[in-house]
């Protein structure tokens, strides 16, 4: 399979995904808005693509958890979306740098393994509300939080 040689507008079809090695958190891009903010989104990758990929519970699970969880911890966090391959998320920001970022993420994947319920996980407050899987996402934290040393590790040096 050859390299790409054409620049795509998309950061990530950029980004040669055989040569990651998952976990591990990036940024992905960073936007200045007009009145000076900076949007910093995040790669926050779980498992390693075109090799594993997160369960599709698991993942709806993870999305409500640290979309609700990582407020508790900042006023910062604009979206925490599920990519579509399901081998991770994109966490944007308001000008949350890397040194105050992992912190925050590290907090919030403790609180997803202590957590007792999905927040939200009902037919009222979620479009399918049945669909979550608490211990897919626990276990998927727990995963996460005994690699965290290593999450600044995008690629094989």
Not at 29 to 37: Q, T
């Amino acid at each position: 399979m050859e390299a790409m040689t054409e620049k795509m507008n998309v950061e990530s079809f950029n980004l040669d995904h055989r040569t990651v090695i998952a976990p591990y958190v990036r940024i992905a891009d960073r936007k200045a808005l007009p009145g000076g903010d900076v949007l910093i989104k995040y790669d926050v990758r779980f498992t390693q693509p075109n090799t594993d990929h997160l369960e599709t519970k698991t993942v709806h699970a993870l999305e409500h958890m640290a979309a609700e969880f990582m407020r508790n911890h900042t006023d910062k966090l604009i979206d925490f979306s599920p990519m579509g391959c399901r081998t991770g998320f994109y966490a944007i920001t308001l000008g949350v740098e890397p040194e105050d970022f992992f912190p925050i993420l590290e907090k919030t994947f403790v609180d997803i393994t202590e957590a007792t319920e999905v927040p939200a996980a009902n037919e009222i407050q979620c479009g399918w509300g049945a669909h979550h899987d608490l211990e897919g996402a626990k276990a998927q934290a727990r995963r996460m939080l005994a690699e965290k040393d290593s999450w600044s590790i995008v690629t094989a040096q």
